[in-house]
């Protein structure tokens, strides 16, 4: 699986400053992982009532602590995860994750 990955991404978590703020933040522990970046096909997109053009696919290494909510950062892009699969093929074991640019 991580012959595949071939991209550079980072993460932001939302942090509370205080009781009336937040900020996203980079997570440390998140800085430059690798994942494989994809376009989902028309029939995946209309699943999740998404745009063409807006809604992409990421394959990551399951050791990525991505969640729910998170901001994903590829190419100074910032998208947000819409949905988190993990999956496991024997030996093989990645992280699916669902993100829409734009919000």
């Not at 012959?3 to 942090?15: A, G, P, V, W, Y």
């Not at 892009?77 to 999956?87: A, H």
Request: charged share 25%.
């Amino acid at each position: 699986m991580k012959f595949f990955l071939s991209k550079t991404i980072t993460l932001k978590r939302l942090r509370g400053l205080d009781i009336n703020r937040s900020v996203f933040s980079a997570t440390g522990s998140a800085d430059g992982y690798l994942g494989s970046w994809q376009e989902p096909n028309p029939e995946k997109i209309a699943m999740y009532e998404g745009e063409i053009g807006k809604m992409f696919v990421c394959f990551l290494d399951i050791s990525c602590p991505i969640q729910a909510g998170d901001k994903l950062i590829k190419d100074s892009v910032t998208y947000s995860v819409r949905d988190i699969k993990v999956n496991e093929f024997g030996s093989t074991h990645y992280k699916r994750v669902i993100m829409v640019s734009g919000d």
